[in-house]
C-alpha cells in the first residue's frame, strides 16, 4: 500500500486483494457444475446478475435455488454470506452489490459473478462497495476487462483493481452517508411495492382478471394511434428502462423521434419479446409533460385504457398472471426471439367489471400512482445526490461533514 497523494494525507492505496479476507476472492462454479438442472423450488439461493440490477437494491424476489446437499457439497467453494460483495465477471461488467444482512445465511455465486469477502480490519465491505459503485471504478473495470469473446474479468483482474482504502472511521462515515440515502431509496421502494400488492388484488377483486364474455379491446386499445412528437428531441424509453416488478420508469433519454413506439402519460409499455415478456418488464407512463408524446423501442405494446376506464387498469391488466399466460403462449417465431403481435395480445376475453366498482377502483389507484409518482420523483432527485456525492467523496475532494450537510437537506 502507498499513501494517498491527494488532499487526504491519511488515505493510503492499494488494490483488492489487499483488503480481501483469506480465501476472500473467489469466482463462481465451472463448466457445467451449475446450471438450471439443478434448480429446485426452495433451498439455498444462487445469486446472479439480476439480484444485483438496481444501484443500492439487492433483488431478492428473482433468487433460483439448489438443494442444501448440491451447496454444501460440490458448491462449498462458491458460497457467500451476508456482508459479502458480488461483482459481475461477465455480461453487464461493472454491476456490483452487498449481500444483505437478514436474508438468507448462506448463497451461491453463479458462473457470471465473482465475491470478495473483506478483512473488516483493513476495510469495511459497505464502502468498498460503494467505491465500486463510483464511475471511474467501472469504466477500470471495462478498461481492464478481456475483450475475446464475450468481454469479461477474472479474479486476477478483480484482485489488482486499484482502490483507496480511508481510515475505518472515515470509510464507516462515507458508507453510512451514502446507505443513508440509499435506505430512503428503498423505503421509498417498499411503500410502491406495497401500494402495487394492494391494487393487484383490489384488480382481482373487480373480476375482470376473470374469463368472460367481454372483449378485453372493450376497455383497453393495444397500440392506439398517437402523433408523433413535435419536438427535435423526444422522452425515449429503451427496455432496459421498463421495470419487472413495479410501475415506475426510472430513467429514460432524449433522442430524434424517428420510429419505435408512441405513447403518452397513463399508456402502459408491455415488453413483447422472450425473455423480457417472461421476466414481466411493464411499466406506466407518467414521466412527460402535459399533451407531450414519448417514443420507445419497437419491442413494446402500447395498451391505453379506453374513455371511462381508469388509465392505471391497464397497467394492472398487464401485470395480471392469466393476461401474461395468454401473451406468452401467442408468442411467435424462432428460439430466443420470440414476439408477441399487438394483436394476439389483445384477443382476450374478461367479465366485464362493474361500473360503480370500477369508477371507485379508478379513485382509489389514482390518488395512489400520484403518490408513487411523488415518491419515484423524490427517489431520482436522491439518487442524482447519492451518485453526485459518491465520486467526490471516493477520491477525497469532499469532507464528510460538507456532504453531511447537503444529505440532511435532502433527506
Not at 384477443?347 to 409518482?373: C, I, N, T, W, Y
Request: hydrophobic share 40%; glycine share 10%.
Amino acid at each position: 500500500m502507498t499513501n494517498w497523494s491527494g488532499s487526504m494525507s491519511d488515505w493510503t492505496t492499494g488494490v483488492v486483494r489487499d483488503v480481501a479476507a483469506p480465501k476472500g476472492l473467489v469466482g463462481g462454479p465451472f463448466g457445467s457444475a451449475l446450471g438450471s438442472k439443478d434448480y429446485v423450488d426452495d433451498g439455498v439461493p444462487v445469486i446472479r446478475g439480476v439480484n444485483l440490477g438496481s444501484p443500492g437494491y439487492f433483488d431478492s424476489s428473482e433468487f433460483v435455488y439448489v438443494t442444501e446437499e448440491k451447496a454444501y457439497g460440490e458448491l462449498s467453494r462458491n458460497l457467500a454470506q451476508p456482508g459479502d460483495v458480488v461483482f459481475t465477471q461477465r455480461g453487464t461488467l461493472g454491476q456490483v452489490g452487498i449481500v444483505p444482512e437478514g436474508g438468507y445465511e448462506i448463497y451461491v455465486i453463479s458462473q457470471s459473478q465473482m465475491r470478495l469477502r473483506v478483512d473488516q480490519a483493513k476495510a469495511l465491505p459497505h464502502f468498498i462497495y460503494y467505491q465500486f459503485r463510483s464511475p471511474m471504478m467501472v469504466e477500470t473495470i471495462r478498461a481492464n476487462a478481456i475483450a475475446t469473446g464475450v468481454p469479461h474479468i477474472n479474479l486476477g483482474i478483480l484482485g489488482s483493481l486499484p482502490i483507496v482504502i480511508p481510515p475505518l472511521d472515515e470509510q464507516r462515515r462515507i458508507a453510512a452517508l451514502l446507505g443513508a440515502l440509499d435506505g430512503k431509496i428503498a423505503v421509498n421502494d417498499r411503500i410502491a411495492a406495497t401500494y402495487e400488492d394492494i391494487f393487484q388484488a383490489k384488480f382481482a377483486a373487480l373480476g375482470t382478471a376473470e374469463e368472460g364474455d367481454c372483449a378485453i379491446t372493450e376497455l383497453v386499445e393495444f397500440n392506439p394511434r398517437t402523433p408523433r412528437p413535435d419536438q427535435n428531441e423526444a422522452v425515449y424509453v429503451d427496455m432496459a428502462a421498463l421495470p419487472t416488478r413495479q410501475s415506475s420508469i426510472r430513467a429514460w433519454a432524449h433522442r430524434p423521434p424517428k420510429g419505435g413506439s408512441r405513447f403518452q402519460n397513463g399508456d402502459t409499455l408491455l415488453a413483447r419479446i422472450t425473455p423480457c415478456l417472461e421476466n414481466g418488464k411493464t411499466g406506466f407512463v407518467d414521466l412527460l409533460r402535459k399533451d407531450e408524446i414519448g417514443t420507445g423501442s419497437t419491442e413494446f405494446i402500447v395498451m391505453r385504457s379506453r374513455k371511462g376506464v381508469p388509465p392505471e387498469f391497464s397497467y394492472f391488466l398487464a401485470r395480471d398472471g392469466r393476461f401474461r399466460k395468454h401473451a406468452i403462449r401467442k408468442m411467435v417465431g424462432s428460439s430466443g426471439r420470440q414476439r408477441v403481435s399487438a394483436a394476439d395480445a389483445a384477443h382476450f376475453f374478461v367479465r366485464r367489471p362493474d361500473s360503480g366498482q370500477l369508477a371507485a377502483f379508478g379513485a382509489e389507484v389514482g390518488v395512489a400512482f400520484r403518490h408513487m409518482k411523488s415518491l419515484m420523483e423524490e427517489s431520482r432527485v436522491l439518487g442524482r445526490l447519492r451518485d453526485t456525492l459518491l465520486p467526490e467523496l471516493m477520491s477525497g475532494r469532499l469532507r464528510v461533514k460538507d456532504a453531511e450537510k447537503v444529505a440532511e437537506e435532502a433527506i
